[in-house]
């Protein structure tokens, strides 16, 4: 099956053995009658299992080209499963520019847990092998990077994480499994906010994971059993609704992720822009090489590089909304200064670019003139 079918089908085989619905029905239950003591069909507890979930993780096993998915209660919640795959006294590599939540959870969570992590910038992947010694269990990145859209070479890393027979993980939130599919470029573990473009609506906060291999599969599915982060029924059910057009808003996403991206590129009062499209990206050929569009995210300054210029400029807009997250149908706007980064500090966030009149823009799927209209008049005003 290729993509497109997928998005619509994959996983969803005989969804509905009772009576044929196309949609899988919102099982509504935390249990399962028992016709004698263990004697089910195939689900006991809804912590454990439930059947819209199972019919969500198949879906998501087969868009990642995985063979195992896993469903959360947010993007965050399956982060929190993963590392509890490892120990005090185990080190992680990290990417730098990561989403703010992730960094907290990493530096202010999971450290006191005796894990150690490296936080580096890996657009130069053989960096990280310096960083590596017998503790090193793991390498996270996040690509495009969140908000300053730097393309880290998933293949190169993933060489590199065999080598030393690491894991790692790949945060797909940015790209999706649309624009690029990490499990196949070699990554052992793929993340996913479906809050953001896989559920595609604004209405539901969601994490995924997708693995390849059994083993590991076991392990992450008895850490979410024991606990307990699950994705609930009805948020399995509208991920699953939101999935089934993910190519076509995507398509929608990159073309006005580019005409936004040139837009600004040629406006007076614009410093940088950040998306991976321009040739003059740092990065550009390795997201040509690993991406089949650019996305819908784009990243830029302003002139002068003022936090009350930011500000005045996303209190202006009319059509973008001034809201944290991304990925849904609407066009959205952010400050990451004071917004989603506001828990990294301050010299941490602008040594990777995070300075005050950054601005972060998810592109959204409306006319692309309107779009153009609405961000003129907020920059002109
Ligand atoms: C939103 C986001 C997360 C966290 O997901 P939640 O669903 O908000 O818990 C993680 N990584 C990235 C890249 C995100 O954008």
Redesign the pocket.
């Known amino acids: 099956m290729k993509f497109n079918t997928k998005t619509i089908h994959g996983g969803q085989e005989d969804i509905d053995p009772a009576y044929g619905s196309v949609m899988p029905p919102i099982y509504q239950t935390s249990t399962y009658k028992q016709r004698s003591p263990g004697e089910h069909q195939g689900y006991e507890y809804s912590r454990s299992a439930n059947p819209t979930r199972t019919a969500l993780e198949k879906a998501i096993a087969s868009l990642e080209n995985g063979k195992h998915g896993l469903a959360f209660?947010?993007?965050?919640?399956?982060?929190d499963a993963v590392m509890k795959l490892l120990k005090p006294g185990d080190e992680v590599i990290s990417t730098n520019d990561?989403?703010g939540?992730?960094y907290r959870l990493f530096n202010s969570i999971f450290k006191n847990f005796g894990i150690k992590f490296h936080f580096i910038g890996m657009s130069n992947p053989d960096e990280i092998e310096s960083y590596i010694n017998t503790n090193t269990k793991m390498i996270w990145t996040?690509t495009p990077?969140?908000p300053m859209m730097n393309i880290i070479d998933i293949e190169s890393v993933a060489q590199i994480s065999k080598k030393h027979n690491l894991k790692l993980v790949v945060?797909n939130?940015?790209a999706t499994a649309y624009l690029q599919q990490p499990l196949d470029l070699g990554a052992d573990i793929v993340?996913?906010?479906?809050?953001?473009y896989l559920g595609g609506h604004s209405d539901v906060?969601?994490?995924t994971l997708a693995v390849k291999d059994d083993e590991l599969a076991e392990k992450l599915y008895f850490i979410q059993n024991s606990s307990g982060g699950i994705a609930g029924p009805m948020d399995s059910f509208l991920v699953l609704r939101g999935l089934k057009t993910l190519h076509v808003r995507m398509q929608r996403h990159c073309e006005n992720g580019r005409a936004v991206a040139e837009y600004l590129a040629q406006h007076p009062k614009v410093d940088k822009v950040y998306w991976p499209g321009f040739e003059t990206h740092p990065n550009y050929d390795i997201a040509k090489k690993q991406m089949k569009d650019f996305g819908g995210m784009v990243s830029f300054t302003t002139k002068g590089n003022k936090q009350s210029d930011a500000v005045q400029f996303v209190e202006n807009l009319k059509v973008f909304t001034l809201a944290?997250?991304?990925?849904g149908v609407e066009s959205l706007a952010g400050h990451p200064a004071s917004m989603?980064h506001a828990s990294i500090p301050k010299e941490e966030r602008e040594k990777t670019g995070v300075v005050d009149s950054l601005i972060r823009l998810s592109v959204g799927i409306e006319d692309e003139e309107d779009l153009i209209a609405d961000l003129k008049q907020a920059l002109e005003a």
């Open positions: 209660g947010s993007g965050l919640a399956a982060i990561l989403y939540g992730t996040e990077t969140n945060d939130t940015f993340m996913h906010s479906a809050t953001k906060v969601m994490g944290e997250s991304l990925g989603t």
